[in-house]
């Protein structure tokens, strides 16, 4: 079975550009949850969605948004980016809840804003 | 909200030795608690869980107990191998998962043979 697919792995940006990350979750996951991982901050939930809706939602600004798309594929968007979402973007997907379902996680995406 | 705490590292042991990664957290209610494991050019995986307090997560050697009245979740393995290095996180879950898993900082294991 194939895992949770991240792209791209990479990205560089610039300031105020806005960026979209994609995730495909394993097959059969209906719950897709986007986390930041930092040096000082470490690993932060961002938000997480289940059969296309927003469940929960993590303390960030509006600037951050997503959404997920009827096969479970979701994506997220930052937008008018600041140096300071430079971060390792994770993906992870799980069967139902993250509360109740183990999370299966992405490589990420590793965002450079310059 | 919760946090989780735990120690940071790296933490280096020689093959064969016995293991413990502690790990606090504060919550308002009774979390799930969780172990991950990120090996080297991997991402995170789970190791173990409990849901309710005196639960023992376990799983390839490694055990972890939730304890309430310490509000702890230590990771303990009677004797580590080099494959075992890694980052460890730990996690905690709220009741109904409203704020998604919280995660410690991680701690990096280094086991030499």
């Known amino acids: 079975k194939a895992g949770v697919t991240q792209t791209p792995r990479y990205l560089i940006k610039t300031r105020g550009q806005q960026v979209t990350l994609s995730c495909s979750p394993i097959?059969?996951?209906?719950?897709v949850s986007w986390y930041q991982q930092t040096p000082g901050q470490g690993l932060q939930f961002l938000f997480e969605?289940?059969?296309?809706?927003?469940?929960n939602k993590g303390n960030f600004p509006g600037r951050f948004s997503g959404r997920q798309f009827s096969n479970s594929r979701s994506e997220m968007n930052v937008s008018t980016l600041e140096l300071g979402d430079s971060a390792l973007y994770l993906c992870?997907?799980?069967?139902?809840?993250?509360?109740?379902?183990?999370?299966?996680f992405g490589n990420g995406t590793r965002l450079t804003v310059t | 909200g919760d946090s989780v705490t735990q120690m940071e590292g790296p933490v280096t042991l020689s093959e064969e030795a016995f293991l413990t990664i502690n790990c606090t957290y504060t919550?308002?209610?009774?979390?799930?608690l969780f172990w991950y494991v990120q090996y080297p050019g991997e991402g995170l995986q789970l190791l173990l869980k409990?849901?309710?307090?005196?639960d023992k997560g376990s799983n390839k050697g490694f055990e972890a107990t939730y304890r309430k009245e310490t509000t702890s979740f230590h990771l303990e393995k009677g004797s580590v191998q080099v494959s075992d290095s890694a980052v460890y996180f730990c996690?905690?879950?709220?009741?109904?998962?409203?704020?998604?898993?919280?995660f410690g900082k991680g701690t990096h294991l280094i086991i030499q043979p």
């Open positions: 992870a997907s799980s069967l139902e809840s993250s509360y109740n379902s183990p999370l299966h």
């Open positions: 097959s059969g996951h209906r719950s």
């Open positions: 969605y289940f059969s296309e809706t927003q469940r």
């Open positions: 919550a308002t209610g009774y979390p799930s």
């Open positions: 409990a849901t309710k307090a005196d």
């Open positions: 996690a905690a879950s709220d009741g109904g998962g409203a704020d998604g898993l919280t």
